[in-house]
């Protein structure tokens, strides 16, 4: 399963910031699609813990953005709409708040042309 993931309302950090990320919960990892206004690396891994997704910089395994209420460890979901508060831990010296949505779910399976993570080439 793929999804596609909409972050967006971080005012404080610059006005219109937001990042794109697809996520794979079959390797866990996720890929920047487009961003503006965010330091966001182009992929990393995730973790699911108790109702909550976090994702991690893939490079230096840097914690940068807590997803509230994606909880990617469950059988079921994460749906088209699905919405929530997100916490960008990437600057300093407190986290920025914004939201999160997931845009697209493509549950279909199929293997990638090319090695798509840096960690995979």
């Known amino acids: 399963m793929r999804i596609t993931l909409h972050l967006d309302t971080f005012d404080r950090l610059a006005p219109g910031a937001y990042g ?13 699609e487009g961003h503006a206004g965010l330091t ?3 992929w ?22 807590s997803l509230a209420g994606l ?12 919405h929530g508060r997100v916490q960008w ?9 914004g939201d999160w949505h997931v845009q697209c779910v493509d549950e ?7 090695a798509f993570f840096a960690d995979e080439a």
């Open 20 to 32: 794109i990320v697809w996520i794979d919960k079959e390797s866990g990892k996720w890929s920047r």
């Open 40 to 42: 966001l690396p182009r």
């Open 44 to 65: 990393g891994r995730y973790r699911s813990v108790q109702g909550c997704t976090w994702l991690i910089a893939g490079v230096d395994g840097a914690e940068l953005c």
């Open 71 to 82: 909880d990617l460890a469950g059988l079921d979901g994460p749906f088209e709409g699905e």
């Open 89 to 97: 831990h990437g600057c300093a010296p407190e986290a920025a708040t």
């Open 108 to 114: 279909t399976a199929c293997d990638p042309e090319d």
